[in-house]
């Protein structure tokens, strides 16, 4: 929008009763009509046995050198807790659809070696089992999803492994989980019923699928208090036929449907792009592309609005994030891929949109945890860096379990470059647990900065406080030879002698406040 256009927008705004400033990009935040609960499993992580995510990454085994406990890199472990990772998935993904869960307990020497034919093909040692994951989120704090294998499994199978699990019975299994180390059940929260089964979990229709759904759930019995929400395997991208006809067909104890979507700079899976050196076009390409994210969760949320219209089932993105081509000289089948300002502004984005939607959207696990596409970590034996991507998890703590605000703005202009445009300015806004009112603010253009003037009717602002992450540069990032050249800085405004507050927000930027 010209500045012409935004004077005279402004001038009518101003006419109407408004208090918004003629330059600026016009916030109100609505506090009188709160919204739906931010549920905190929105903030997610995802761990798949995929290259370096878990094995070398994470899991160094009792026995290393390097400081750990039960296994788990204590530096990792200890960064993970400052973000409050409430949920971890596991152990898939494609993944989860070729593991078999007795081959993950017993003596970690006497389990067997299989080969993991979805990521490089290398020896999987199934050192990490059941016991293990639970080690983990217990050390983290977190609820535990585990992932069923229906590609190569069965509903005996995933039966027995929910059985094994959650039973306080004196069953043959719940002994074995006694004699393996653990007297009482495992806290599942959540188990999905496959993976992308349109894909590397089966390349079925969602009839199909639905059809061995209702099979496989009628089987996994647990007691009522320790029984895992059930989360059905759904579509990807554009595919809403999943949502339409799971959310039809599956009337039982279904707690959520899955959904993924990968954000690529190019569109083209054969040519993704790189994650660092990248030009502005592909800057703006990258944040077009993710912000599609908002049409695919209206177009399932409809379609699940005509067969469920009180809400009762979730839509779960438990896949999601940036996805470029593989760092030069690693294993093509590891995904390891540098992370930078960029991806933080894009998983801000993302936030943002899921606050919008926190009537339907109740999870999403970012792919992934460390060391594999989007990470929060990246470790190279024993050094560990955090990346933009984990600032940004760090900096939204506030809004786990807030609750949501609408918020409208005005006078937003696109930014653009070429013939792709997003907004300029992307906003969210939350009834924190601690009472506090929070706002986060993404401006997507790279070049200029953002007046953003802030109005709260009913209410005087005298100042806000928090964080800001932003660079020079579009592609600053962290390294093991420089570990903290990205990383937030202090932020905060205060109301003019009119009582008006504009927040600045510098180009390229994510902040998060609390408003005083």
């Not at 983290?140 to 229906?150: K, T």
């Not at 989980?177 to 089964?197: L, S």
């Not at 083209?268 to 030009?279: H, I, L, N």
Request: glycine fraction near 8%; include cysteine; aromatic fraction near 10%.
């Amino acid at each position: 929008m010209n500045q012409i256009k935004r004077g005279v927008l402004a001038m009518c705004m101003l006419a109407s009763g408004g208090v918004f400033a003629a330059d600026a990009v016009n916030l109100t935040i609505d506090t009188t009509k709160p919204g739906a609960v931010i549920n905190k499993d929105v903030y997610g992580q995802f761990a798949e046995h995929l290259g370096t995510g878990i094995y070398e990454g994470i899991w160094v085994g009792p026995k290393s050198k390097t400081p750990n406990t039960k296994g788990w890199r204590n530096d990792v472990v200890g960064a993970l807790k400052d973000i409050k990772v409430p949920l971890v998935r596991w152990p898939g993904g494609c993944f989860a659809d070729e593991y078999h869960w007795r081959d993950g307990v017993g003596p970690r020497e006497k389990r067997p070696v299989k080969v993991n034919t979805n990521w490089g093909g290398v020896d999987e040692s199934n050192a990490v089992g059941t016991h293990e994951f639970f080690d983990l989120v217990d050390l983290l704090g977190a609820d535990a999803y585990v992932n069923g294998n229906l590609g190569t499994g069965s509903a005996q199978e995933m039966s027995e492994w929910v059985e094994y699990m959650t039973s306080d019975s004196k069953s043959t299994l719940a002994n074995l989980r006694r004699k393996n180390g653990h007297d009482k059940p495992f806290k599942v929260a959540y188990f999905a019923v496959g993976n992308e089964a349109w894909g590397c979990g089966g390349n079925m229709s969602p009839q199909y699928y639905s059809d061995l759904y209702k099979q496989v759930e009628t089987f996994l019995r647990a007691p009522k208090q320790y029984r895992p929400k059930i989360i059905a395997s759904g579509g990807n991208d554009n595919d809403v036929a999943w949502s339409e006809v799971l959310s039809k067909e599956l009337k039982r104890q279904t707690d959520g449907i899955s959904f993924h979507y990968y954000t690529i700079p190019t569109g083209k899976w054969e040519v993704k792009g790189a994650s660092t050196s990248f030009q502005e076009n592909e800057w703006i390409s990258t944040l077009s592309n993710t912000l599609r994210m908002e049409s695919h969760i209206q177009k399932n949320s409809a379609a699940m609005d005509k067969n469920d219209p009180e809400k009762k089932l979730g839509l779960f993105v438990d896949e999601w994030g940036t996805w470029y081509d593989v760092e030069k000289g690693t294993n093509p089948g590891f995904l390891f891929q540098q992370n930078t300002l960029r991806d933080a502004v894009v998983a801000a984005l993302n936030f943002n949109i899921f606050h919008a939607h926190a009537d339907r959207v109740r999870m999403t696990n970012i792919a992934q945890m460390v060391n594999v596409l989007q990470a929060m970590i990246l470790t190279d034996k024993d050094k560990m860096i955090l990346t933009p991507t984990y600032y940004a998890y760090q900096m939204y703590v506030p809004f786990q379990n807030a609750t949501s605000l609408p918020v409208t703005l005005q006078n937003n202009p696109d930014y653009s470059v070429g013939n792709v445009k997003v907004p300029e300015i992307s906003a969210s806004a939350a009834r924190g647990t601690d009472g506090k009112l929070y706002l986060a603010l993404v401006n997507t253009n790279p070049n200029q900065p953002a007046d953003v003037a802030l109005n709260i009717p009913g209410q005087s602002v005298k100042a806000v406080k928090g964080r800001v992450l932003t660079a020079a540069a579009m592609d600053a990032h962290n390294t093991f030879a420089v570990p903290q050249a990205i990383k937030p800085a202090a932020f905060s405004a205060a109301a003019g002698a009119d009582g008006k507050l504009t927040v600045k927000v510098p180009a390229k930027a994510v902040i998060v406040v609390a408003v005083e």
